[in-house]
């Protein structure tokens, strides 16, 4: 085993811990809701092995399923390696063999052609199944109750797209998974596989259309209408990959753009809508119909997020310094040429979550992720290299804002939204916090923290405690004891 290098992608909660766990009854302070019955699933990039190269990237590490498991007030906790062809191949030979992110010109010849996907991005619960997710491959089925996996998942051979987006929308009333692959033809290709599948888990639709640039395509929206997907100038070059360099470059002098069709219609009936030139968005909070106006809230940059993108792109901007924030973007279908109208709605921030229930409608609050500047300097880890050290509620008709602060170089993940039975309640969010222990980054103890999800400012109802550094997840799903009774998978 080599040493890792210390990059901001190897130290503080991004510091490899490279170990599966169990653990029953953890630490519970406060008391958890009797309503809260399920699984917290998250999705954590590890690393198994050390990289072949010195400037690899959290995002190119080793999938691992984490769950926290809430019964009847206790909570277990089990965390276990996504085992993905890549992985089993690395496993047996004991060293790495794949090399730089998404590039596989530079991995060892004994793997040429295997499966590179780590499957490290969003766990996914739709029609009685679990899928862990990363946009570069297919999705690998989980079985819920052990965290086995259970291998490549393509629609029983019916799925053509080679690769399957780490964020699929479900329609919670039809409950149709309606999900995309771009580079659907393989590395490079500038083809969008767009899919639903119905309610039962069964692939009704396949289209493929061309985008106008290769772009990186993180995340889409649905309405009741419409399918929609932003398409932001960070883009692929296969010359670049073939000899060596990094699949994706930000082009800061290129306009960004919008792909909207009836969402069961025809991609023949896509309209292509430019929008502004060098800014970026890795996720979408929501998108609704409002009669002819569809609205697209947005967490918005004004480049791409991640500093290696921007590098590789010749930008040089700190990351404190980018501007940006969530933005309403809003269009009229009833004109022949529709254009973006844009205007503020919260400050700048990401990893957005809405209530399921939401999805594609009309919506009164979200929640998302930001910095609190008073928070003190953030803790080094997460894909970006910082994390976020605040939880924001707010509401997009009115703008009114509510926060959840952490303590001094804490830092806080994504939270999940588990609902109410009481249809007057607004429910709870989790998230996992993660505490500093001393001066060392990577000296930390995690928590899930247990909010009021429409009183977030009044602080956790309840902490329950691992006592371990746990690495930084990238997103999460909350599963009802309810959908994990209907699994596929026998316990």
Known sequence: MGAFPQTIHFIGSNTPRRAEITIRDLEVEGEIPAAIDGAFFRAVPDNAHAPLFDEDIALNADGMIARFNFVEGAVDFDIRWVETERFLAEKEARRRLFGQYRNPFTDDESVAGMDRTVSNTTPVWHAGRLFMTKEDGRAYEINPHTLATLGKWDYYGALRSETFTAHPRIDPQTGEMFFFGYEAGGLCSDDIAYCIADRDGNLTREQWFKQPYLSTIHDF?????????????????????????????????????????????????????????????????????????VHLDLCLSATNAFSFMREAGGIDIP????????????????????????????????????????????????????????????????????????????????????????????????????????????????????????????????????????????????????????????????????RMDTSKAHA
């Not at 360099?245 to 919008?258: V, Y």
């Not at 979408?284 to 009669?291: I, K, P, R, S, T």
């Not at 998302?368 to 994390?387: F, Q, T």
């Open 221 to 293: 929206v649905i309405t009741e209408k419409y399918a929609i997907w932003p398409i932001f100038p960070t883009t692929a070059d296969l010359e670049r990959i073939q000899s060596g360099g990094a699949h994706w470059a930000h082009q800061q002098d290129l306009e960004s753009w919008i792909a909207i069709m009836p969402r069961y219609g025809d991609v023949s009936e896509m309209k292509w809508i430019k929008g502004p030139v060098g800014v970026s968005c890795f996720h979408e909070v929501n998108g609704y119909d409002d009669g002819d106006l």
């Open 319 to 482: 990351q404190h310094e980018i501007g940006g924030g969530l933005v309403r973007w809003t269009l009229d279908m009833s004109k022949d040429a529709p254009e973006i109208e844009e205007r503020p709605l919260g400050p700048p921030g990401d990893l957005p979550r809405l209530a399921d229930a939401d999805q594609g409608r009309p919506y009164n609050r979200a929640w998302y992720l930001s910095m609190n500047p008073e928070g003190g300097p953030p803790m080094p880890g997460g894909p970006v290299g910082v994390n976020f050290n605040c939880l924001l509620r707010i509401e997009p008709g009115n703008g009114r804002l509510t926060a959840l602060g952490v303590p001094p170089g804490a830092a806080i993940s994504e939270p999940v939204h588990v609902p109410s039975p009481d249809a007057q309640h607004g429910g709870w969010l989790m998230s996992v916090v993660d505490i500093p222990q001393g001066p060392d980054p990577a000296n930390y103890v995690s928590e899930v923290w247990i909010v009021e999800a429409d009183e977030v400012e009044k602080g956790p109802i309840a902490k329950v405690k691992t006592g371990l550094p746990l690495r930084s997840q990238v997103h999460g799903s909350w599963v009802s004891r309810e």
